[in-house]
């Protein structure tokens, strides 16, 4: 019965380095996204995956950026060749569903927090 | 951008109520209103959320003009736990096609002291 998980919660890089995020799910839950949130601001979504499809990428800030879900459970926000600018808090959310006329209700991990050196 | 305005910050003695306003003066007829709180160091926690009726659970309740163009989070017997920053949210309601992101503003720090 556990909310979503993220790891590492912690991640120093040096710039240049490639770092892969990993978020857990809501078990059963469709839709998964990601946010990125700079220090003093509110979270800034990247992407969103329904299942293994990712249907939006409009956020992600640079080619740098790449966000897989291949099972439809398990995500990965990978970035390569880390920039200063890249250090933030990631945050996933999931939520059970897309359901027509509804209002799905998105519950977030408690982030990971990268600082690029 | 946010389509919501909120006071940057306030304050509240424990154990009073605290009530949080919001305006969304541009909201359309298929956008919910959602509350998330973000304490230190975690992610944002659901509060609440509603359409056109006001809403109350466990945690607030939530009450929305008759225009809809502003709604204020309720908070009956605010706690040193419910120091925090909290967002007011305006979304269209999902799709089959697609899932909607949350735009966050700068939300409201919402300071409850002893």
């Known amino acids: 019965g556990a909310g979503v998980s993220q790891s590492p919660r912690y991640k120093v890089a040096k710039r240049g380095q490639d770092v892969a995020l990993r978020c857990d799910p809501i078990?059963?839950?469709?839709?998964l996204f990601w946010y990125q949130q700079a220090l003093g601001q509110g979270p800034e979504f990247l992407t969103y995956?329904?299942?293994?499809?990712?249907?939006?990428k409009s956020g992600l800030p640079s080619d740098r950026f790449f966000a897989e879900r291949p099972e439809g459970s398990v995500s990965t926000l990978k970035i390569q060749r880390t920039q200063q600018e890249d250090s933030a808090v990631y945050l996933c959310?999931?939520?059970?569903?897309?359901?027509?006329?509804?209002?799905?209700?998105?519950?977030f991990g408690p982030g990971t927090r990268l600082t690029v050196l | 951008d946010a389509k919501t305005t909120q006071p940057p910050s306030m304050d509240c003695a424990e154990g009073r109520a605290a009530n949080l306003p919001c305006n969304h003066s541009t909201i359309s007829g298929n956008e919910y209103v959602y509350w998330y709180r973000q304490i230190h160091s975690q992610g944002p926690q659901y509060i609440i959320h509603g359409l056109k009726n006001n809403e109350t659970n466990e945690m607030a309740s939530l009450i929305i003009t008759e225009d809809r163009k502003s709604s204020t989070l309720i908070l009956p017997h605010a706690t040193l736990r419910d120091t925090a920053v909290y967002y007011c949210?305006?979304?269209?309601?999902?799709?089959?096609?697609?899932?909607?992101?949350?735009?966050f503003g700068k939300g409201t720090t919402l300071s409850v002291s002893s």
């Open positions: 078990s059963g839950h469709v839709s």
């Open positions: 995956f329904q299942n293994e499809a990712q249907l939006d």
């Open positions: 949210i305006v979304r269209v309601a999902t799709t089959w096609q697609a899932g909607t992101a949350l735009i």
């Open positions: 959310a999931s939520s059970a569903s897309f359901s027509v006329g509804g209002a799905d209700t998105q519950y």
